[in-house]
């Protein structure tokens, strides 16, 4: 159990190192040891944990829904809410990826419901973010991000508080509110540096290059661009291949 746990911690780092082949390397090792325990319960988080990286690090994303799935099934019947509602937030996110809104949306308002009746307030904050990702009006999506980031704040959820505020810097970058965008993506710039996160770096990157850009700031737009365009080369992000292009 101790080495199924390990496994499934040094997965999350290797993903916020950018590492992604480290990543699911970890996380399958993960699921192998915990199958040889006897701790269902661990099977089902090692089992969404390999549906979240498989999907964020784009390696056989098709086959992380059904991952997802059999995490689902195994904490309805342990009847575990808490466990439960990240298990459909791993679902919903395993949707994302794949541009499914529809079952994207479902999952998520299953794991917000579910969140919110156990107090769960970092996974309330996940279900927000993902369920403002296919929001056609803009206001809203916003109104979601923004509570997002209200709950983890309330849960002192750090790396949860940096990830929407890098998002609130891109849809305003979509607006066209670019001075907007540049601050929210320079606080989301300082924490995701403190913390390590290489993959969340080079999304702020290649968004702040496009702010930049838009803003007639050549120079900065290309030092911005250049450091997305680095770590992608340098940690093989295929989420990122090819972005910013200019």
């Not at 403190?194 to 030092?223: I, P, Y």
């Amino acid at each position: 159990a101790i080495r199924a746990l390990a496994l499934r911690r040094e997965a999350f780092i290797c993903q916020r190192r950018g590492e992604s082949a480290a990543t699911v390397g970890a996380a399958q090792a993960a699921v192998d040891a915990a199958e040889k325990c006897d701790s269902t319960a661990l099977e089902g988080h090692c089992l969404a944990t390999l549906a979240w990286v498989r999907s964020m690090t784009r390696t056989d994303p098709q086959d992380a829904p059904d991952l997802a799935r059999r995490a689902v099934a195994i904490f309805e019947r342990l009847g575990v809410p808490t466990f439960l509602a990240r298990a459909w937030l791993v679902l919903g996110n395993t949707y994302v990826g794949l541009e499914q809104p529809r079952e994207a949306n479902e999952a998520c308002e299953r794991a917000l419901a579910l969140a919110r009746q156990c107090g769960d307030l970092t996974c309330q904050a996940g279900a927000l973010n993902l369920l403002g990702w296919f929001e056609p009006d803009q206001a809203k999506a916003v109104k979601l991000r923004q509570q997002a980031l209200a709950a983890y704040t309330a849960a002192g959820n750090v790396h949860g508080r940096a990830i929407i505020i890098g998002n609130l810097g891109s849809m305003a970058v979509s607006m066209g509110l670019y001075r907007q965008a540049r601050r929210q993506l320079a606080e989301a710039d300082a924490m995701h540096r403190r913390m390590g996160n290489q993959s969340a770096l080079a999304v702020n990157s290649g968004n702040l290059f496009e702010a930049e850009l838009r803003m007639g700031n050549l120079e900065a737009a290309r030092v911005a661009g250049a450091e997305a365009a680095e770590i992608v080369r340098a940690r093989k992000i295929r989420r990122f291949a090819g972005w910013p292009s200019g």
